[in-house]
């Protein structure tokens, strides 16, 4: 039998790490994206990497990886074999405050939750 705390419990395990930006923002196949590749910011990740840790299909990270390119969050680090890798964008301030701001949304959302 379903009870709505395991339906949650179940819901958090198809979120990707920094579930709570999905929870605030809600749930876009570019904010998964871009949480798929803060979970470590200095490793390269390839489409399937991408898709596994966003927890959608790789071509949903197909059809959106090049606007968030365009937009200077992710770059293309280099080819492994006929895979492009790609990784947070280390120089754009836009993606360093994406970071910040899931690292400040957990730590209010801790702070509010010990107050209560």
Partial sequence: MSTPERD???EASKNPEGSVVIDVLGDHPKTRILLAV???PD???NMTDIAELAATDRSTVYRHIDDLIDMGLIEQTRQAGNAPMYQINHDSAAAKAFGRFEWELIKALGEQESDA
């Fill in 43 to 45: 490793r390269d990740y």
């Fill in 38 to 40: 803060l979970t470590d």
């Fill in 8 to 10: 949650r419990n179940a």
